[in-house]
């Protein structure tokens, strides 16, 4: 799977931008502010439906517009699939071939897409919510009753707590026993990916950061674990009545990530925390390499920034076998590797225009 040709209307600097793709390695050069993070978040929002650096889809239009597009030809086992997002201030629309009106689940699996980019430090250093995220996304791509499931458990959480906060609480029971059902599935598919994913991570972390890195990642459910959820339920009922939503549940999961005891953000340098994220990545595309055939698309921005020449090496040696198509940003050419050089499609980004490199 990989992106043949590449269109790009009103996103940021990026006016307009015709481009003609390599199946595999795909390098965008050119100065500070001069739109090559835009690039890469114009296609991370193909597959994500959202940018990886802002919320807000105001930030992500052209000043001076109201829409921004990003359109593809996605070539997959199938033949060619045209893939398209349009977004407003306020609303998204998708299109998938001819049809339009798709959620963005469809788009997510029709492009799939992982960014290494500096902002990524919060993988780390933020609370548990964009580590959970990361292994949902690995969960929702290779585990397709997933997304269901959850569905499922966001509804009855929903139910449960509305319930909660009012005086009515004859339909609790049964929604707490929908709640538990859903909880033990998404937790189970989790787990399982989780325990799929930790080896990857692990030889990635040995190969970047050495034998006695000391890293330990652990998955936690979001619930005490000697006892089950529905006892937890019970237990704290009287507590949920009071705060007005349920403690307890896969809403409260985490992936702990510590060295000797201590939270990584604590003990690590920003250097190490940059590894440990890369590793965590990189584990994560082969894993999906692994269960679904073929490689997400990886984006690296300002690739071998704030690392040190052993892990460049590494990582350099990682995208050369690597069998997906890569997108890296960087300032200057010789921060790319030597072979590159001969099999990479180049492109100078400058004042927000693309052009390929003769
Ligand atoms: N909504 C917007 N409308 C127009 N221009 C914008 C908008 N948002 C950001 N820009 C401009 O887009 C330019 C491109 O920024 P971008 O982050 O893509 O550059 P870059 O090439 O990745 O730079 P660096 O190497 O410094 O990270 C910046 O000059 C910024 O001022």
Known sequence: MYLDSLSIQGLRCLERVELSLDSKRNVFIGDNGAGKTSLLEAIYLLGRGHSFRTANSRRLIQDERDQCVV??????????????????????????????GIKLSELARACPVLVLEPGQHRLVEDGPVLRRRFLDWSVFHVEHAYHEEWRRFSRALKQRNALLRTAQHAMLPTWTRELVSAALKVDQFRRQVFQEL?????????????????????????????????????????????????????????????????????????????LLITAMLLGQAQHFAQRNGISPILLIDDLGSELGQGARATLYEFLKSYSGQIFVTALDADQIPDEWNKVAKMFHVKHGSIEAMV
């Open 71 to 100: 359109r593809a030809q996605v070539q997959n086992a199938h033949g060619r699939l045209p893939v398209g997002i349009l977004k407003t201030a306020d609303a998204t629309r998708v299109k998938l071939g001819q049809d339009t």
């Open 198 to 274: 930790l080896p990857l991570i692990n030889h990635l972390l040995t190969c970047f950061l050495g034998e006695e890195h000391g890293l330990r990642i652990q998955y936690r459910s979001g619930w005490l674990a000697d006892s089950s959820l529905e006892e937890q339920y019970a237990k704290q009922l009287s507590q949920d009545v009071e705060r007005g939503f349920t403690q307890s549940g896969p809403h409260r999961a985490e992936i702990r990530v510590s060295v000797e005891r201590h939270a990584a953000r604590d003990s690590l340098s920003r250097g190490q925390q940059k």
